[in-house]
């Protein structure tokens, strides 16, 4: 079965069916189906994460640079005045991603541990001063996207983009999608050899496996989901900017991969989803939102060791 | 670029590698000494140019200030190593990051509550404001060259403690086995505490220093902390010498790529450090 | 003799000015277990090593089946057929045993690029995973998580992995290592079996099982060579008491 823990198929009963209908109960109140948008967009983007550092044992900080790179890869592919398919562009950014995933994990998948840390936020932050001192791509403001995209497949138009449901609904489509994609990644046997990287790269070499060629695959394919997200997102409002590819950016997808449990997948939804709400929550509490963020992930840190997925499942087998 | 703009920005460029060494020092001899990656150590820095700001605006004396701010700095760096570091100790990198992201909030909402979000500035210490002048047209602001006396002193001093006293061998021998300084017997935690606080305090103490150059801003922090990632990568995690190297290295090359390379001027230190790993992963001094 | 399976020519590690390992031409026959003994720092990790492609020789040659692989990518080592066990126990603890095994068969199975077949729905590669287990006498500890089986267990684990990877030679690093008796017993009946069928090199520190097992001893003092011989040769040889004894070191 392809998901296994008891907790993950709860999760995913309760959570998609309430997603499904959540647009009938938000009654077409659109700031908040936009907002949730962003959310869906956000956690397919953690999730691409949680496989590189939950599943794969690779730490980066520098993930976000894809999340950026999705959207400016759009602005810079795509004509100006035309609105293009949806899936064919899809493709090419995935494509186009992946190239260069490639030759930055090269570079970034010869070093480990603390290394990557710093290198994968370096190279991210190159590609950030890249943008943001280019007159070409607005600078730190960004460029504009005016048009979105049509999504007809096969004749049959599917969604339609300006309409904020529709879009809603191809990110629920979306997420559950990058969802089963990694679980059947995780259970295949590519993903036997990547559990054994993980877990004891030395003997797996012993076993005749080259390990590099293993983490850059892996590394390619997260970098390439984690640019369909950034595609998404920039669609969303119709911009992209460098605080896209932020280091910020990040660092906050690492905080919600904590909170929600490394390693799981689903995590990754609960955490983006636990973060948002504690953020919104505290942003309407004080302006000084960053001081009680900051004290709750000190705190998550030092006590919630696995995270809520680990929590839940904790609770599930206490019950069983 | 004549002679004497060449001149000038050599001197620019060595006195930003200075500067740099000086927050690069602190971040490299924790992790090599205690094994932390500290993200939150551009917020020292940070707060060093804050403080110095707060205090001159109140004492109207830069010499004064500067001491309160270091004295503060230590302080802060004693406290949060004895509550939060130490819960690190045993705890896998990702922990690490995290923790010290979350103390970047912390910091950066600190800084806007206590002093708000609006740039600041303080003006260069009137009996270092003068300028010396190269030729007819151009000079040097003795303030920079202040500065830059001052960094090296420090490292002077720096490289003094870790060869020559009691401490700096405890330093070394931590860098080069844990373990081992642990089952002599030595007080480690004190070591720690130490170690950590004179890093905190040389970050702070470097932004003292920026404080009447640049513009004291939220956020200055972190761009800071990258440069000092590349340093610290470039010259190979926890080595001190490398620190050293390629914080001049990193200044020089960064000042004379904004004249000759405008267009591409903050990127050219980045591709920098991508050509050193490619030939050596782990840094020019590694061991 | 056999067929020669490895075989070395004047291999040399150097670690700064130490010389680990000085000059070691020695040929390791297929059919055969032979082992490598010596007192502590004599090399012989270091010697099996090099022969499993973790360290790079210094000087000298490495050959498989006449071939030189000395230059060759650590863990094209394994893909030759060289398969080792470590001395530390070396596997995955959260996965099964029976998991453990399936990683090591998989490489020789191949598909390890295949992303969309799951990896417990292929009986072939299980039956090899579960043979090599049954092999080692593991068979009824395959659904068990590796880091909940006693330490014996975990060290015929170890060789299990080796032989689920369907290799020709067997470089075993101190496989009783930490054992009871009962357990090397179990071990040493195990090794008398699988040396009809590989050609293994034993670095083992219990002389006892290293007399009653082996074809051919090598000695080793220093780094360097010292004698290769039959279990008798090697009993009687004067110089080989006198390299334990000489150095105060007893026999292990």
């Known amino acids: 079965m392809l998901f296994q823990k008891r907790s993950e198929r709860l999760f995913i009963w309760i959570f998609f069916p309430l997603m499904l209908m959540m647009p009938l109960f938000l009654d077409g109140n659109i700031f908040y189906i936009n907002k949730l948008s962003s959310i869906l967009i956000f956690a397919l983007f953690v999730m691409s994460l949680d496989y590189l550092v939950g599943r794969c044992g690779l730490i980066t900080l520098g993930h976000a640079m894809f999340y950026g790179l999705g959207g400016y ?3 810079i592919i795509a004509p100006q005045n035309e609105a ?75 969604f339609d983009l300006d309409n904020p449901t529709h879009f809603y609904y191809l990110c629920l489509f979306s997420l559950f999608n990058t969802l089963v994609f990694f679980k059947v990644i995780m259970a295949s046997k590519f993903g036997r050899v ?127 | 670029m004549t002679t004497s703009l060449f001149f000038i920005q050599l001197i620019n460029g060595l006195q930003y590698g200075l500067l740099l060494f000086l927050i690069a020092s602190g971040l490299t001899l924790v992790f090599g000494v205690m094994g932390i990656l500290n993200l939150a150590h551009g917020s020292m820095y940070m707060v060093g140019a804050y403080l110095a700001w707060y ?53 950066n909402a600190l800084q806007s509550l206590l002093w708000g ?92 220093l920026s404080a009447p150059m640049v513009s004291i801003v939220p956020g200055m922090g972190e761009h800071v902390l990258i440069a000092c990632f590349v340093v610290v990568v470039i010259g190979g995690m926890g080595s001190i010498k490398g620190a050293f190297v390629a914080a001049l290295l990193v200044g020089i090359v960064d000042t004379f790529a904004a004249v000759l390379l405008p267009s591409i001027a903050s990127m050219v230190v980045y591709i920098l450090m991508a050509l050193i790993l490619l030939v050596k992963p782990k840094g020019l001094f590694s061991n | 003799m056999s067929q020669v399976m490895i075989e070395t020519e004047g291999l040399c590690k150097h670690w700064g000015g130490l010389k680990a390992l000085d000059d070691i031409s020695l040929t390791f026959a297929d059919k055969e277990l032979h082992s490598i003994v010596g007192p502590n720092g004599a090399g012989k990790s270091t010697l099996l090593n090099l022969l499993c492609g973790t360290y790079k020789p210094t000087s000298g040659r490495i050959l498989h089946k006449n071939e030189p692989i000395d230059s060759i990518k650590p863990y094209a080592f394994a893909r030759r057929g060289i398969g080792r066990s470590f001395q530390k126990t070396n596997i995955y603890p959260s996965a099964t045993c029976l998991e453990n095994c399936a990683i090591a068969a ?63 030679v067997l470089l075993l690093d101190e496989p009783m290592a930490g054992m009871g008796h009962e357990e090397s017993a179990l071990i040493i009946e195990l090794l008398k079996q699988l040396k009809k069928e590989y050609c293994i090199v034993l670095v083992e520190h219990d002389m006892d099982a290293v007399f009653e097992l082996s074809d051919l001893i090598t000695v080793m003092v220093n780094g360097q060579h010292l004698v290769t011989g039959t279990v008798d040769a090697v009993r009687e040889d004067p110089r080989v008491k006198e390299a334990y004894l000489g150095q105060g070191d007893e026999v292990y």
């Open chain 1, 194 to 320: 990547v559990d054994a990287t993980r877990e004891n790269p030395e003997r797996t070499t012993a076993l005749g496996y080259n390990v590099f060629v293993f983490r850059l695959a892996s590394y390619v394919i997260a970098s390439a989901l984690g640019a369909y997200a950034g595609y998404l997102f920039s669609m969303q409002y119709g911009f992209v900017n460098p605080s896209m590819l932020s280091w910020q950016t990040s660092g906050t997808a690492l905080v919600m991969l904590i909170l929600g449990g490394m390693g799981s997948i689903y995590g990754a939804i609960l955490g983006t989803f636990a973060y948002e709400g504690l953020h919104y929550f505290f942003e309407h509490l004080t302006e000084h939102w960053m001081l009680f963020m900051g004290s709750a992930i000190i705190l998550m840190v030092i006590l919630l060791k696995k995270g809520i997925a680990g929590y839940i499942e904790k609770l599930l087998e206490k019950r069983s």
């Open chain 2, 55 to 107: 205090f001159f605006t109140h004492t109207d004396s830069f010499l004064l200030s500067a001491i309160i701010s270091a004295v503060i700095a230590l302080s802060i760096g004693i406290l949060v190593e004895r509550t939060l570091i130490r819960q690190l100790y045993h705890r896998n990198h990702l922990d690490q990051v995290l923790l010290t992201i979350g103390m970047i909030f912390v910091f």
């Open chain 2, 117 to 208: 979000n609006d740039p600041q500035g303080i003006k260069v210490p009137d009996l270092l404001s003068g300028s010396i002048p190269l030729t007819d047209t151009l000079s040097y602001p003795v303030y920079r060259i202040f500065v830059a006396v001052i960094c090296i002193l420090l490292a002077a001093a720096l490289y003094y403690t870790i060869n020559k006293t009691r401490l700096g061998m405890l330093i070394r021998a931590g860098e080069s086995n844990r373990e081992m300084v642990e089952c002599l017997g030595i007080n480690i935690s004190r070591l720690y505490t130490i170690v950590f606080a004179i890093g905190v305090m040389l970050a702070a103490i470097a932004g003292v």
């Open chain 1, 73 to 75: 890869i759009f602005y």
């Open chain 3, 106 to 168: 998989q490489r020789y199975m191949g598909g390890s690029f295949n992303f969309l077949k799951p990896r417990n729905k292929e009986p072939v590669l299980l039956h090899i995973a579960e043979e090599a287990l049954h092999k080692v006498g593991l068979g009824h500890r395959k659904d068990t998580v590796a880091a909940a089986v006693s330490y014996g267990e975990q060290r015929q684990l170890e060789i299990a992995m080796v032989l689920a990877t369907s290799p020709c």
């Open chain 1, 84 to 158: 293009v398919n949806f899936w064919v562009y899809t493709f090419y950014i995935c494509v186009i991603s992946a190239a260069i995933a490639l030759i930055v994990g090269f570079l970034v998948l010869r070093t480990s541990g603390i290394y990557m840390i710093m290198i994968t936020l370096a190279i991210a932050q190159m590609f950030f001063y890249y943008f943001s001192d280019s007159m070409e791509f607005g600078g730190i403001d960004g460029v504009f996207l005016y048009l979105k995209p049509e999504t007809s497949f096969l004749g049959i138009k599917m």
